[in-house]
């Protein structure tokens, strides 16, 4: 008789879930202040979506499975609304529910099984490198781009360096109260703001209703569209691989990840969020900090929940507490943790080369790294494999 495979440990809820729960706000925060602070989003849907997802995830998956803002879509979008009037919060509620229908019918399907299995390890591991490198310098970039971060990134480094290891008093919570504390003490009138918040309860609501022609089209093809390659490279494929690496006992399969991902944005583009979406380093944030089973996104999720049901008024101001050097130190732990677990690099010095290449483009765009890592990976086997 086959052995049978041992099932999957429960959620946990301690210290180190709690910790790792924050890991991956150096991508959440930026993402989702921008959402709010430039394009005008009710921030009640963009959280209730959000939420909502990641308690489902934790309760399924079991294991830290991280719900990101899509960044190609959640870039495009800001940049766009900045200099032009084309994109609205309408638009990206129509981009998030197109998205979602497509990944749906991509993992109800079967076509994403096929799609992976198209997909090289050597092309995987190229996209999880160049993501963590690109981690990494992202939070210098937002460590050391602000003036007076560089010394908030440098004690909060040194905070990390002497609790690692430490589950007694896990570091990101040390790290999260020095940020509060030092964005409080930089921008003292942010508490006075707080205080003078009540709570606001809200019920979510059908966010559908004002899309037109224009904001289908824009939402579909300016900002769905482009963002299909990384999510397919980065939010599917990698995040299914570093799963399965850091949790062989929790396997997932990307068909299950696409289904996953459509049904959550289609609940956000029906309740007013935004094009959401599992990735890699989002994973690799969670663990990072504490994160070893699906508790630590329950956690985030329900915290989320609490923000949108009751207190969505009060968000922007709750987010400028974090400086961004606290910000960007997350992120570049992020990155580091991510890049060491890809350092394992293939024997054949051909899919060395492809993993080298990959990781390369990946820093400056992820779809072009999947992209031309396939396509070299395709050329190296023409050549009969060698070398």
């Not at 959640?74 to 197109?98: K, L, R, Y």
């Not at 089209?217 to 599917?236: E, I, K, M, R, S």
């Not at 396997?251 to 459509?262: L, Q």
């Not at 049904?263 to 900090?289: E, R, S, W």
Request: proline fraction near 7%; aromatic fraction near 8%.
């Amino acid at each position: 008789m086959p052995t049978p495979r041992p099932s999957a440990p429960r959620n946990r809820y301690d210290r180190l879930e709690w910790a790792g729960a924050f890991g991956d706000l150096g991508t959440l925060i930026p993402f989702v202040a921008a959402y709010i602070g430039v394009l005008g989003i009710d921030p009640f849907g963009v959280l209730f979506a959000f939420g909502l997802s990641m308690v489902a995830c934790g309760l399924v998956y079991r294991t830290p499975f991280p719900v990101q803002p899509m960044k190609a879509i959640g870039a495009v979008a800001s940049i766009q609304a900045v200099q032009s009037a084309v994109v609205t919060p309408a638009a990206v509620h129509a981009a998030a529910f197109a998205t979602g229908l497509l990944w749906l019918l991509l993992g109800l399907s079967g076509l994403m099984a096929r799609l992976a299995r198209w997909v090289p390890p050597a092309v995987v591991i190229g996209i999880v490198l160049g993501l963590g490198m690109g981690f990494m310098l992202q939070g210098v970039r937002m460590a050391l781009g602000t003036p007076g971060q560089w010394g908030v990134a440098a004690v909060g480094a040194g905070l990390l360096l002497a609790l690692r290891g430490q589950r007694r008093v896990p570091a990101m919570f040390v790290l999260l109260l020095f940020g509060v504390g030092v964005g409080a003490w930089q921008r003292p009138e942010l508490l006075q703001q707080l205080a003078t918040f009540s709570p606001s309860p809200r019920l979510p609501a059908f966010a559908l209703g004002g899309v037109g022609a224009q904001e289908l089209f824009v939402g579909v093809v300016l900002l769905a569209l482009p963002q299909l390659p990384l999510t397919l490279g980065n939010a599917v494929i990698a995040v299914t691989a570093e799963n399965n690496r850091l949790f062989p006992q929790r396997p997932v399969s990307e068909g299950r990840v696409a289904v996953s991902t459509g049904l959550m944005n289609l609940l956000g583009g029906a309740v007013g969020g935004v094009p959401m979406c599992h990735g890699a380093g989002g994973m690799a944030a969670h663990v990072a900090f504490g994160a070893r089973t699906g508790g630590s996104v329950v956690i985030l999720g329900s915290v989320l929940l609490v923000l949108a049901l009751g207190f969505s008024h009060a968000v922007q101001t709750l987010f400028a507490l974090f400086p961004p050097g606290v910000l960007g130190l997350i992120l570049f732990a992020t990155g580091l943790q991510l890049a060491l677990g890809s350092s394992v690099l293939p024997a054949a010095r051909g899919e060395r080369a492809v993993v080298l290449a990959c990781a390369g483009l990946c820093l400056w765009n992820v779809a072009a790294g999947f992209g031309v890592g396939l396509l070299l990976h395709a050329l190296w086997r023409r050549s009969g494999g060698r070398g």
